[in-house]
């Protein structure tokens, strides 16, 4: 499963690097802090349409990607999601389908690239992450990475490209596990992991534009 849609991931990630450095000032800060192997899981705020493609380019390892499952519905797009690593999630309930193809994923020896948001701005609006992710990484036991962007919706004025590039920025803080934070298991382990992973999306993101 790890292993699927990643080749084409491989061969466009190098170009799309290339694009985002000449439409935008894109600055990575912390990249040495991700584990030396997989698997992991890498949590990031969301802010824009580009985040998933920008994380994907700028990370040295290919990442599936948890995805809207709309995206999914038109069957052309949503195959060629599925071959650059994406894979559905619904925004409803706990989507346990998403959950076990995560950990698929993970015990394959996978990355897997998470909006614990579950939608674009919740954060700002004092909205509590997800809780599927907490799950994953207690059943897995992987180090959870915590990621912050910015200035992703710069790009969405392109006109404004040749003049003034947005600055993008895209911090990584220190990798975590779910059984050092609490050694209760259960519904107690999976609160406080997501306590933390909110501080850690706010510490990292911010006020992010």
């Known amino acids: 499963m790890a292993r699927r849609g990643l080749l084409l991931q491989r061969f466009l990630k190098p170009a799309f690097r290339v694009l985002f450095r000449v439409v935008a000032r894109v600055r990575t800060e912390g990249i040495g802090r991700l584990p030396a192997r997989p698997p992991f899981i890498i949590f990031s705020n969301h802010i824009s349409w580009f985040d998933p493609v920008i994380i994907a380019a700028f ?19 949503g195959l060629l999601i599925r071959r650059l690593g994406g894979f559905p ?14 950990m698929a994923v993970l015990t394959d020896g996978g990355v897997i690239l998470i909006f614990p ?3 674009i701005g919740r954060l700002g609006k004092g909205e509590r992450p997800r809780g599927g992710i907490s799950l994953i990484a207690e059943r897995t036991g992987v ?12 790009l969405y004025r392109f006109w404004r490209f040749p003049v003034r590039r ?3 920025d895209i911090r990584l803080g220190e990798p975590f596990l779910v059984s050092s934070l609490s050694r209760m298991p259960g ?8 306590e933390r992973i909110a501080r850690e999306l706010r ?7």
């Open 89 to 102: 999630v619904s925004r409803g309930a706990l989507d346990r389908h998403a959950i076990e193809e995560a």
């Open 166 to 168: 947005p600055e993008i």
């Open 203 to 209: 510490a990292l993101a911010g006020d992010a534009p």
């Open 59 to 77: 990370m040295p390892v290919p990442v599936h990607i948890m995805a809207m499952e709309g995206l999914f519905a038109f069957p052309p797009l």
């Open 143 to 154: 180090p959870l990475v915590p990621l912050g962007i910015s200035g992703c919706r710069g």
């Open 187 to 194: 519904k107690k382990t999976r609160q406080v992991t997501m």
């Open 117 to 119: 948001e579950g939608g």
